[in-house]
């Protein structure tokens, strides 16, 4: 009797070096210029996702590596655990799934059983809360328990900082993200063509975990 054992599937993937962005931000928030550049990488990347079909559905700073501790270190999106293929632009998904700090509202509505299916427009909602933090340093929807931070979410009442110096042009993008309704929710496309991205000038500065600079 010959027994055939199951075959061995393997995954490589590229080592990650450094820390995650939720580091960056608990050191520290960068200077917005370093915000903006990392978030436009962060940004063409989820593009390249979804022109691929894939939704991650699961963004947040944790699953934001940096390549190394070298001021060259590129950002990557990690932990695709939760991550679906849809087979055309206006698949929807059933399967609630993500952190409970960072779903979208369609998300907790699934939950309770408002909604029946959600879109890829997820993700950008997570984008924008990843923005939002880099900025400011917080989650504006977290609460002490998971059952407020979920009410918190599906209100979507959230301010910006009373004394800040973050552009308007900044807020306003993360308003278009982190925004109630999904189908008003600004895509991808146009969010590359937002005016926050158009101000870059010179080299660009490395966002710093402790000692060390990353670009």
């Avoid at 993700?123 to 929807?141: A, E, H, K, T």
């Avoid at 009373?162 to 146009?190: F, P, Q, T, Y």
């Avoid at 937002?194 to 000692?211: A, E, I, M, N, T």
């Amino acid at each position: 009797e010959v027994v055939l054992s199951s075959p061995t599937n393997y995954v490589v993937m590229e080592k990650a070096e450094g820390d995650t962005l939720l580091d960056v931000v608990r050191h520290g928030t960068p200077p917005e210029a370093v915000a903006r550049r990392a978030a436009a990488k962060i940004l063409d990347a989820l593009s390249f996702l979804h022109a691929r079909g894939i939704v991650h559905r699961d963004l947040k700073p944790e699953n934001v590596l940096l390549s190394d501790r070298t001021p060259e270190a590129r950002l990557l999106i990690a932990d695709f655990g939760l991550g679906r293929f849809i087979s055309h632009e206006a698949a929807t998904m059933e399967t609630v799934c993500g952190t409970h700090d960072y779903l979208a509202p369609e998300l907790v509505r699934c939950d309770r059983g408002e909604l029946a299916s959600y879109d890829k427009a997820v993700d950008v909602w997570g984008l924008g809360l990843i923005f939002f933090m880099m900025l400011f340093g917080y989650n504006p929807f977290l609460r002490e328990s998971t059952l407020a931070t979920h009410q918190a979410i599906i209100d979507c009442k959230y301010s910006f900082p009373k004394e800040d110096n973050i552009s308007s042009a900044a807020k306003s993008l993360i308003r278009e993200m982190v925004c109630l309704d999904h189908r008003k929710r600004i895509s991808i496309d146009a969010a590359f063509d937002y005016s926050w991205f158009k101000q870059d000038r010179g080299r660009p500065q490395g966002l710093r975990v402790g000692k060390s600079d990353v670009r």
